[in-house]
């Protein structure tokens, strides 16, 4: 029943492309023109950065008569960045660190720094860090710490099948992550200090799904059927959520008093809503044939849903963004194997798991800009937070 259950949460946890979406968030994009000096690998970070991003119409070491001017130099592990406006130094940043390969990171936190002295939209995804576990060997997991591109990677947790890492406080410091050994055990890592701490061990499954502040959403199998449970850190009270007699999974917290989980009860993994006080159960989307991810933020959420019936070759996972407010959906995607959601803290992006035969890629899609990028991977993602 347990290696069911397993089956069961990592294909809604895991199972692009042309994609939709909104609208743009302002007509006329910033003119401007940078100078580049140093390492051709910082510079492809920086072309990436702007890309992905989007908000800007620029050139790169060539002249373009715009009206503003970056002087990026990359020396000695530092990044200086000089701002000109109308040919006048306005503003001088350094950007450094203690190693070579955390580059990625200054040139993220420059960028953003851009995007932020002209007041256009958050992009907060640029200097995120993306913690994920990665398949290795069998019954091998390890889990690593990368900046959204994943040009840098860093291992932080190896040995042993080391599974389903979450943040655990927003300066991304310490996360909570699951071991499975003789029985799953949760664990507190301070990434700063080294320090682990046991939370403590179940029978069946041990995941946590989601964090918002002292409170976890768990899904745990302590008799051999999944149900999600809410955990409070500070009182250390383990609360039962769901009491169905089949499989509730995934869950996530949606606003002050709602979470959405996945759950078989019309027969196959469909998303639903609780209300937390009055404990009334709602399904969610009425699209698909299967439901196996979705994540939540603000009046949103997005929902990974198959839309193929097929027996014999690879069936088509999609994802939709759904607006509680007005019933709406808006189709993210439109072919592949397309899971596990996961929104930008702030709400602007959507990173998700796109699999591909034995290997797996991490895409991003900007949701206003209606644009999507991946960062392919070698070995078989199991699951990120960012």
Do not use: C
């Not at 991003?53 to 002249?63: A, K, P, R, V, W």
């Not at 002295?117 to 992009?123: E, H, Q, R």
């Not at 196996?292 to 939709?320: K, M």
């Amino acid at each position: 029943m347990i290696k069911k259950i397993i089956i069961f949460t990592i294909t809604a946890l895991f199972l692009f492309a042309n994609e939709l979406v909104i609208t743009k968030y302002f007509n006329e994009k910033p003119k401007i023109n940078i100078l580049f000096n140093g390492d051709k690998n910082v510079l492809k970070i920086l072309k990436m950065d702007l890309k992905v991003l989007d908000h800007f119409n620029y050139s790169i070491n060539e002249d373009n008569n715009a009206t503003y001017r970056f002087e990026f130099t990359y020396v000695n592990k530092k990044l200086s960045v000089k701002y000109f406006e109308n040919d006048i130094l306005k503003i001088q940043r350094i950007y450094k660190s203690n190693s070579y390969a955390y580059f990625p990171f200054l040139v993220h936190k420059a960028v953003y720094d851009i995007n932020e002295y002209f007041s256009l939209p958050k992009a907060k995804f640029l200097i995120r860090k993306v913690i994920y576990s990665m398949l290795v060997a069998p019954k091998q997991a390890n889990i690593y710490l990368a900046d959204y591109t994943l040009s840098y990677k860093k291992r932080i947790i190896s040995g042993g099948l080391n599974i389903f890492p979450k943040w655990a406080d927003e300066k991304q410091n310490v996360i909570y992550y699951t071991k499975l050994g003789r029985l799953p055990t949760l664990y507190k890592l301070n990434l700063l200090t080294g320090k682990r701490v046991k939370i403590f061990t179940s029978q069946g499954l041990l995941i946590v799904s989601d964090v918002k502040k002292d409170k976890l959403l768990l899904t745990l199998a302590p008799q051999g059927q999944p149900d999600v449970y809410m955990y409070d850190i500070i009182r250390k009270k383990l609360i039962k959520l769901t009491k169905y007699k089949g499989i509730d999974v995934n869950a996530k917290f949606w606003g002050d008093n709602k979470v959405v989980f996945v759950s078989d009860r019309f027969g196959m993994p469909m998303v639903f809503s609780k209300t937390l006080n009055k404990g009334l159960i709602k399904r969610v989307l009425y699209h698909g044939k299967n439901q196996v991810g979705v994540d939540a933020y603000g009046d949103y959420l997005v929902i990974s849903t198959r839309e193929t019936n097929n027996a014999f070759d690879r069936n088509t996972f999609n994802l939709f963004l759904v607006n509680k407010n007005d019933d709406s959906l808006k189709r993210l995607t439109f072919k592949g194997q397309n899971s596990y959601p996961n929104f930008s803290v702030d709400g602007n992006s959507i990173m998700f798991i796109k699999r591909e035969n034995f290997y797996s890629k991490i895409g991003i899609i900007r949701l206003n800009e209606n644009k999507v990028f991946y960062y392919p991977l070698p070995k078989i993602l199991q699951s990120f937070d960012w």
